[in-house]
């Protein structure tokens, strides 16, 4: 299938990942600058109308995304599942290994876009893949989830948060201090969790596709400075 924006043609090609044949969606704009791979988290799915419209959104900002189930639909029936991080993060690295293998993905740039529980499978998948995965962006993600990952991932990566989501601010900011990657913490004013307020998933959505045209470029960073503020300082 073949959608229009306002930036050109965006192809959708139903795709299958890794042993488990996990169904997926490949939205491919023309010339795309890279390949961006969802992890979600919390039993959500390729179905999600918050993933999809993420995903359109970095589409018309000219990158591939892959919109894949991290679990089947007998393993979705297990809620213990959507907290299994390594069983998540196994996934993500056979949809990163897919992607370097397929003709029309081959040789695109990769970067991992995470929610929820997905964000620490993203982060253990970067860690197992770090000649793979070139930057790594959180939206009101538990990196925290990943564990020793954090220490170990080299993409960059961008951890967005809303200024009302105290307890996930917090969280998102201790798994920094553990991080020794390049990274940084945006703070949307006034947003939730869920980036249901009026322009908060906009500005969320506007960070991450910064974030992946200045990263998506094979600029690595194996350190950084900790001392590098937030984009949006809370207080």
């Known amino acids: 299938m073949t959608v229009g924006d306002g930036c050109g043609l965006i192809k959708k090609t139903n795709v299958a990942i890794g042993q488990k044949r996990l169904v997926g969606i490949l939205a491919m704009p023309e010339a795309p600058d890279g390949l961006v791979i969802f992890a979600h988290g919390s039993g959500s ?35 213990r599942n959507v907290f299994d991080i390594p069983l998540l993060g196994a996934r993500v690295v056979e949809a990163i290994d897919w992607a370097g293998a397929d003709l029309r993905t081959s040789g695109l740039p990769i970067g991992l876009f995470g929610a929820s529980t997905g964000v620490g499978a993203a982060i253990v998948a970067a860690a197992l893949r770090p000649d793979s995965v070139t930057a790594i962006v959180s939206r009101g993600g538990r990196p925290d989830l990943a564990g020793r990952a954090l220490g170990e991932v080299r993409a960059p990566t961008l951890l967005i948060v809303g200024g009302e989501d105290l307890e996930f601010l917090a969280l998102n900011a201790s798994a920094r201090k553990a991080m020794h990657c390049k990274s940084s913490l945006k703070v949307v004013p006034g947003a939730g969790h869920l980036f249901e307020e009026q322009g908060a998933l906009d500005q969320a959505l506007a960070a991450a596709a910064e974030w992946y045209k200045s990263q998506l470029r094979g600029n690595r960073s194996l350190s950084r400075d900790k001392g590098d503020p937030p984009i949006f300082d809370p207080g």
């Not at 799915?45 to 995304?65: E, I, P």
């Open 45 to 79: 799915s390729r179905f999600s109308v918050r993933n999809r419209c993420v995903s359109d959104k970095l589409g018309q900002s000219g990158f591939a995304t892959l919109l894949f189930d991290l679990l089947t639909e007998a393993e979705s029936d297990d809620r």
